[in-house]
């Protein structure tokens, strides 16, 4: 089957660091990728691992462990905009096809 | 600008009238999919496809149909078998298998509700 679990929520007080994790179990890999969703609004795309290690990009960061089937978010100097939900999705491969599955999202509240 | 487009934006549906819902994208992208969204939730894989004329179930295609007839339209169609469809619906599109960059760019969502 395929599962994919993040945390419900999180809080975090606005300059720290939080790290969002996301375990997997998919029929096949071909990439994790995380997305931003503010509420009412479409996601919009983060990051993109697909070889284990660490991939950064300004505050944000994001780690992929195959073997593991885990991989967590990491955002740096959190600001109040940083509050939304964050997506954990996967290209899970069968046969031919490529489905992206998400998982439920985790709902990030920074506080002052 | 090239994007991916979602029609309309809000939509009211009487119980059993079916409704269509557009997904048109210019990105050239192979990958389409049609996402459903509850409140506080994830997204749900309804449909999917992966070239014109092919597409996939997702895990919660019951009371839905698609088409692929063309390369840049994937329209959805929620029927009145969907017994609770109202919902937040998100159409996405994705470059091929192999491709650089292979993330999904979404549209802004229809949101529909039964009345």
């Known amino acids: 089957g395929q599962n994919i679990d993040q945390p419900t929520e999180m809080t975090a007080t606005e300059g720290a660091i939080v790290q969002i994790n996301c375990t997997y179990q998919t029929s096949g890999f071909n990439g994790l990728f995380w997305y931003q969703q503010h509420a009412g609004e479409a996601p919009t795309f983060l990051s993109y691992n697909v070889l284990d290690g660490l991939e950064e990009k300004g505050r944000f960061s994001s780690f992929l462990s195959r073997s593991k089937g885990y991989s967590y978010l990491l955002l740096k100097e959190l600001q109040m905009k940083d509050s939304a939900s964050y997506l954990c999705?996967?290209?899970?491969?069968?046969?031919?096809?490529?489905?992206?599955?998400f998982g439920q999202g985790t709902t990030l509240q920074v506080k002052p | 600008d090239g994007g991916i487009t979602q029609s309309p934006k809000y939509l009211f549906r009487k119980e059993g009238q079916n409704v269509t819902l557009s997904c048109e994208q210019n990105l050239n992208h192979d990958a389409m999919y049609w996402y459903r969204q509850d409140p506080g939730q994830g997204l749900r894989l309804i449909y999917y496809?992966?070239?014109?004329?092919?597409?996939q179930k997702g895990d919660i295609a019951e009371g839905y149909s698609v088409s692929r007839e063309k390369k840049e339209s994937f329209p959805l169609t929620v029927t009145s078998a969907q017994k609770n469809p109202t919902a937040f619906y998100l159409c996405a599109s994705s470059s091929r298998q192999g491709a650089r960059n292979t993330e999904a760019f979404f549209g802004q969502g229809t949101r529909l509700t039964v009345v």
């Open positions: 496809s992966q070239i014109v004329n092919d597409f």
């Open positions: 999705a996967v290209r899970a491969m069968s046969s031919n096809t490529g489905k992206l599955i």
